[in-house]
């Protein structure tokens, strides 16, 4: 576990006011994986039409000889490639071990706010937590956060690497055909 380092080091108003900027910094991150996502779901479009015109035009490939069978399979393996690495991005997480996990009062992360019991319950835990303590849970989250937009950015980058594999095999397939 992490010690508390900002305990004794900022005064109230302080930590009000680093509580402003730590909320900014969790925005921030949030709006980046909402960002990840919406990249994503572009290139599933993209490999969406790729699929559709390749598996239109099947029995014509199919007919065309032993290389264009070949590229074939090699475009249904990026395929498969990228929609492995696409649909790991949008269900990315944060991969912290159990011992990670802090002792300190949770009261921001919804999975630990719906934990309780009722909204009264959440409100007497919040109430009763005090600011330094929120302060130090919303900087675990931010950096919760932040692992899981890492992931995210990274399985989007191998996800577009497969996809640019997908489309050179495509045009690959479709100048083979045409000769």
Not at 53 to 79: D, H, W
Not at 113 to 122: D, K, L, Q
Not at 127 to 134: E, G, M, N, W, Y
Not at 142 to 154: C, H, L, P
Request: aromatic content about 12%.
């Amino acid at each position: 576990m992490v010690a508390t380092v900002a305990r004794e080091r900022f005064t109230t108003a302080e930590l009000a006011l680093r509580l402003e900027q730590a909320w900014r910094i969790f925005n921030l991150n949030q709006d980046l994986i909402r960002a990840a996502d919406q990249k994503i779901y572009v290139l599933f479009v993209m490999s969406t039409l790729l699929v559709t015109y390749v598996s239109t035009n099947l029995e014509k490939i199919m007919r065309q000889g032993a290389l264009q069978r070949g590229i074939l399979i090699l475009f249904l393996m990026a395929v498969a490639a990228f929609f492995f690495f696409a649909l790991s991005t949008v269900v990315s997480r944060s991969r912290k071990p159990p011992s990670a996990v802090s002792t300190l009062p949770r009261v921001v992360f919804f999975g630990d706010i719906a934990e309780r019991e009722s909204g009264p319950a959440y409100a007497e835990a919040f109430c009763s937590t005090d600011l330094q303590a929120i302060f130090d849970d919303i900087c675990h989250q931010i950096y919760d956060v932040a692992s899981i937009a890492r992931a995210k950015y990274r399985l989007y980058r191998q996800a577009w690497m497969a996809l640019l594999l997908e489309v050179a095999l495509f045009l690959l397939l479709e100048f083979s055909i045409a000769l």
